[in-house]
């Protein structure tokens, strides 16, 4: 028993349910780009280099666990995904399947949460690149002098902004040109993991580092945590690694076989993920421990970068020098893969007349949406310049709100796929897990991890510790992000009724499904 898909027309006319042709690129990746590109919008070694430390802080040895729990509700979604994207293989993804699962108003917000979560972490990619630009510039060079201008703010925003322009240039190009840049870059990361994997190992049964532990199966307990708050906070963090995989199914309207492939594609680069995180996890345990002195994973003063500090001690200064360009080409390819989802997001709901219709304009030579891209660049540039000038501290308490961000739409696509099926769960076994069971509980558990970072966020000491009116700042900024979506929506009714009363893009259950 097969589902037939309801497919989007090849021109940009509307189909009997209000699905559109965009006008993109047909057929440009096939199954092996997409995954790549899933792979790299997440950006492995960057959310290593940075996350090691922090969630070692909250669950010492039991990192492994917390990256497996963390695992799970991000698979039962993708099975949402996947199943969401047969019926409806739309580059609106989560906006257009919550729009017809829970209507235009919900699933307005739903884009609204993955668009303004994307303009957040694109900005943090981007600085993130700089300074890795400027500190592997120092070691090439050998001056400290150079590394240093990563604190001329100046410099750094300057350069910022020329990374952005950058990214943003190759994705104005088309899927094909993101492709073959990040074959190049993916493939450099996961070989310098894999490296730094085997030689942190070598150090471990050598004993060279006095922390070094000997591997344990409980490691892979997440029941073995004591503490809820602690293990909650390494969830929350484990979340965050895997965030970016929907971007096979953004680019579903360019893929080869777009009923499957992208589904197919983000479990995966979500498998890739698990088992680059798991074995990294590990062997720099079993290598370092995570002690909170010398090389420690979970020491304060290099918790925040992981590989800066063993880079040296574990690889040497050569092949430590090769972790480091790692580090930058992770976030440099993450940083222009991340501009697929947020413009072609921006597309679709331009297309069904959720926003402007100039966004629903597509390059007529690269097939790409040339002013949502270039918008967005703009965005995160401005966003940029202007968070640095204002206050370190917004910056920092903006990137702690990307979680709640992202619990957001993500579990609003996972409720919307059990919805949307509803009738067809009680057809099979299959239909009913698959399109029932698994994404409620993805939708339950990031529900849960959402209340929970809300409730953290209320405590002015989450993030960087400021506050407003005694309210905690990342909380003001998170809830105020997401009102600021409320505004826009309701500037946006008035604006395109016809959307918002259902004309559009209609709400309804999927196509028939028949035996072969």
Not at 68 to 74: D, Q, R, S, T, Y
Not at 398 to 407: F, S
């Amino acid at each position: 028993m097969t589902e037939t898909a309801v497919r989007p027309p090849a021109d940009d006319t509307a189909s009997g349910d209000g699905v559109r042709g965009k006008g993109l690129g047909g057929n440009s990746i096939g199954l092996l780009g997409s995954a790549v590109i899933g792979v790299s919008t997440v950006a492995p070694v960057y959310c290593l280099t940075s996350t090691l430390g922090s969630t070692a802080g909250e669950v010492g040895l039991y990192m492994p666990a917390v990256f497996l729990a963390g695992f799970l509700p991000m698979l039962l979604v993708a099975f949402a995904y996947r199943e969401l994207n047969k019926a409806v293989p739309d580059c609106g993804t989560s906006f257009t399947w919550t729009v017809k699962a829970f209507g235009p108003h919900v699933g307005w917000m739903c884009g609204w949460g993955l668009v303004i979560a994307t303009v957040i972490v694109l900005s943090n990619l981007a600085g993130v690149a700089t300074s890795f630009f400027w500190l592997l510039a120092g070691e090439l060079t050998g001056s400290g002098a150079v590394a240093d201008l990563d604190g001329d703010r100046a410099v750094h925003i300057v350069t910022c902004l020329a990374l952005i322009a950058a990214a943003t240039a190759i994705s104005y190009r088309g899927m094909t040109t993101t492709k073959g840049v990040q074959y190049a870059l993916v493939g450099l990361q996961l070989v310098v993991l894999a490296l730094f994997v085997v030689l942190a190992l070598h150090k471990a049964h050598t004993g060279a580092f006095a922390g070094h532990a000997d591997f344990s199966w409980s490691w892979l307990n997440p029941f073995v945590v004591k503490s809820f708050a602690s293990f909650s906070a390494g969830l929350s963090l484990s979340i965050f690694m895997y965030w970016g995989w929907d971007t096979c199914l953004t680019a579903n309207e360019e893929t080869i076989g777009s009923e499957k492939t992208p589904g197919r594609a983000a479990l995966i680069a979500m498998v890739v993920l698990v088992g680059s995180y798991l074995t990294t996890a590990v062997a720099a345990q079993m290598a370092v421990g995570s002690g909170t002195q010398g090389l420690g994973l979970a020491d304060p003063a290099t918790s925040d970068n992981v590989f800066a500090a063993l880079a040296g001690p574990v690889m040497g200064h050569a092949l430590g020098i090769l972790l480091f360009v790692a580090v930058l080409a992770s976030a440099a390819a993450s940083l222009q893969t991340t501009f697929i989802p947020v413009a072609r997001t921006v597309l679709a709901m331009s297309t069904y007349q959720a926003l402007p219709a100039s966004y629903a304009r597509v390059h007529e030579r690269f097939r790409t949406p040339g002013r949502a891209t270039v918008t967005a660049g703009v965005a995160t540039g401005v966003f940029y310049t202007v968070m640095s000038l204002l206050s370190e501290h917004v910056l920092v308490d903006t990137i702690y709100a990307l979680g709640l961000m992202i619990c957001f739409y993500y579990a609003l696509t996972a409720f919307s796929c059990a919805w949307y099926f509803r009738r067809d769960l009680t057809r099979s076994a299959r239909d009913a897990v698959f399109k029932g069971l698994f994404p409620v509980l993805g939708g339950l558990l990031l529900t849960a991890v959402f209340g929970k970072t809300l409730y953290d966020m209320w405590n002015p000491a989450y993030g960087s510790g400021s506050a407003v009116l005694g309210v905690g700042s990342v909380f003001v900024i998170g809830v105020g992000l997401l009102l600021l979506g409320v505004l826009f929506m309701l500037v946006m009714r008035r604006r395109s009724p016809a959307f918002f009363r259902g004309e559009i893009l209609t709400a309804g259950t999927p196509a028939l499904i028949v035996e072969d």
